[in-house]
């Protein structure tokens, strides 16, 4: 079952303003995996959204919607972050504020570039929303109850998978979706 895309629709405004508060919880965890893993932060937050949503994006998409984010990322963001990185012991504060307000305005032009790529993929309701959609169907029909299974985090499982980590491993992360 395909739900509307979230992202072509007036709730995508709200997609990074909660992101925002999945990051609050634990940033040094955030930047720990992108720094050592090369994760990319936004499509990480995506990911934990999606799944608090009850959304799937198909597994396969993931490598791809990264891929195209990279090379965006290697062009725009990265060079800038290593650059703003290398210049901290060297100018004041005031002007290291100015370049970290900088980035946080690319991360941003970068959630608009995830956003554009992701409104071709299709969506879909993630399984256990599927079972407990059926298991409300099959109760006004009096029948065999179908089991609902807990909230998964299926794609923040096959966005941790590419870098060949899992969700389990970050307990902190499967807890705020």
Do not use: G
């Not at 965006?72 to 370049?99: F, G, N, W």
């Not at 071709?120 to 169907?137: D, E, G, I, S, Y």
């Not at 089991?147 to 705020?176: E, G, I």
């Amino acid at each position: 079952m395909t739900k509307t895309n979230p992202l072509t629709t007036t709730w995508w405004r709200s997609l990074w303003s909660e992101c925002d508060k999945f990051y609050a919880h634990d940033p040094k965890l955030y930047i720990q995996l992108q720094d050592r893993h090369q994760i990319n932060v936004n499509l990480l937050l995506l990911s934990q959204w999606l799944d608090a949503h009850h959304f799937q994006l198909p597994p396969e998409l993931w490598s791809q919607l990264h891929a195209a984010i990279q090379a965006h990322d290697e062009q725009v963001l990265i060079p800038y972050r290593q650059h703003r990185r290398a210049c901290k012991k060297t100018v004041s504060q005031t002007v290291y504020q100015q370049m970290l307000t900088k980035e946080l305005l690319l991360e941003r032009k970068t959630q608009q570039y995830i956003l554009q790529q992701m409104k071709p993929f299709p969506l879909k309701l993630a399984p256990a929303v599927l079972k407990k959609t059926r298991l409300k169907q099959a109760v006004k029909q009096k029948q065999t109850a179908v089991h609902v299974t807990k909230h998964q985090v299926l794609n923040l499982n096959d966005y941790l998978s590419l870098f060949d980590l899992q969700a389990t491993d970050y307990p902190t992360l499967m807890r705020l979706t």
